[in-house]
């Protein structure tokens, strides 16, 4: 019987590199030396950025900061939301080139039956 038990962080990491390589295995020989770097990048953001998530969600993006005692507390951003929202950025950049090094498939054409009326005279 398998255990339930959650996966490590580097577990997890692994996980999405191996998805993400399985996603990308047909790019060419030359895009996978970038791919690789890539890849590694993206799933250690994905990784971390789900955590700051569920960490967003059960504790909000502001809290209340003081800077000593005789001050009264003011509201700020939790530094781990300007994390996530920085990460986040360069996560969707990571992805994007990713994207752009997949070959896009060649538009097929309509027959519209030049070739057929060309060939047929």
């Not at 339930?4 to 790019?27: A, F, V």
């Not at 209340?64 to 003011?74: E, I, K, L, R, V």
């Not at 990571?94 to 039956?113: A, C, H, M, R, T």
Request: hydrophobic share 30%; net charge positive; proline share 5%.
């Amino acid at each position: 019987m398998a255990k339930n038990r959650q996966l490590t962080k580097d577990e997890r990491i692994k996980k999405e590199e191996r998805r993400l390589k399985r996603i990308y295995k047909n790019i060419d020989k030359d895009n996978k030396a970038i791919i690789e770097g890539l890849i590694q990048r993206a799933a250690y953001m994905r990784v971390t950025l789900e955590e700051w998530e569920k960490d967003i969600m059960e504790n909000g993006c502001i809290e209340m900061f003081t800077q000593s005692q005789n001050t009264p507390p003011y509201e700020r951003e939790r530094p781990v939301a300007r994390l996530y929202n920085t990460m986040n950025k360069n996560y969707q950049s990571i992805i994007k080139q990713l994207s752009d090094l997949v070959p896009k498939p060649e538009p097929k054409q309509e027959d519209d039956g030049f070739e057929e009326f060309v060939n047929g005279k």
